[in-house]
T-cell receptor, first 114, second 113 residues
Framework: DTGVSQNPRHKITKRGQNVTFRCDPISEHNRLYWYRQTLGQGPEFLTYFQNEAQLEKSRLLSDRFSAERPKGSFSTLEIQRTEQGDSAMYLC????????????FGPGTRLTVT | AQTVTQSQPEMSVQEAETVTLSCTYDTSESDYYLFWYKQPPSRQMILVIRQEAYKQQNATENRFSVNFQKAAKSFSLKISDSQLGDAAMYFCAYMDSNYQLIWGAGTKLIIKP
């Protein structure tokens, strides 16, 4: 069990560019969550998947954000036309089928929009 | 909507002493989970302890224990015999029926050697 991994760990981009982050959950975990954490704050829920189905999206997830989880394995989070307000840590977590209340977190991807 | 409030932005404690971090929450649900997570500087979120709302007994994990007061919607974390490695941001979180976590703003815990 190698834990939840996220790539890249850091991303610096210019305003207006598109970025994509990847999350690899723990093997056989069927639920996958994305959260956003701004400096000095607690995380905020963005969206989650059960297998390949995206079951809920927060109102924080504007039309510029899209997430996918093809084949119920890894997930990607794409931000189009980035804005400075998108600068944050993007956290991914996964949980097993038998214990949906247990969320295991990855190290996060820190996005800086200049 | 559920909310989680941590009223202590920062706490400090002498090494080997005991410290209590406060958390209150608001919900109309009767069945839910509550968590304390630890986030060391530049490191990932780690689960410290979990409490099921239907359980009256307070959860304990080694030096970490909670005081769960369901009627008061209070969920505090007690850390006994504080160690330097306990220094981190501590987040209280509520899990709703969709297994989404709703987080407090966090408490920065400083351990004084």
């Amino acid at each position: 069990d190698t834990g939840v991994s996220q790539n890249p760990r850091h991303k610096i981009t210019k305003r207006g560019q598109n970025v994509t982050f990847r999350c690899d959950p723990i093997s056989e975990h069927n639920r996958l969550y994305w959260y956003r954490q701004t400096l000095g704050q607690g995380p905020e829920f963005l969206t989650y998947f059960q297998n390949e189905a995206q079951l809920e999206k927060s109102r924080l997830l504007s039309d510029r954000f899209s997430a996918e989880r093809p084949k119920g394995s890894f997930s990607t989070l794409e931000i189009q036309r980035t804005e400075q307000g998108d600068s944050a840590m993007y956290l991914c977590a996964s949980s097993p089928r038998t214990a949906a209340y247990e969320q295991y977190f990855g190290p996060g991807t820190r996005l800086t929009v200049t | 909507a559920q909310t989680v409030t941590q009223s202590q932005p920062e706490m400090s404690v002498q090494e080997a002493e005991t410290v209590t971090l406060s958390c209150t929450y608001d919900t109309s649900e009767s069945d839910y989970y509550l968590f304390w997570y630890k986030q060391p500087p530049s490191r990932q979120m780690i689960l410290v302890i979990r409490q099921e709302a239907y359980k009256q007994q307070n959860a304990t994990e080694n030096r970490f224990s909670v005081n769960f007061q369901k009627a008061a919607k209070s969920f505090s974390l007690k850390i006994s015999d504080s160690q330097l490695g306990d220094a981190a941001m501590y987040f209280c979180a509520y899990m709703d029926s969709n297994y989404q976590l709703i987080w407090g703003a966090g408490t920065k815990l400083i351990i004084k050697p």
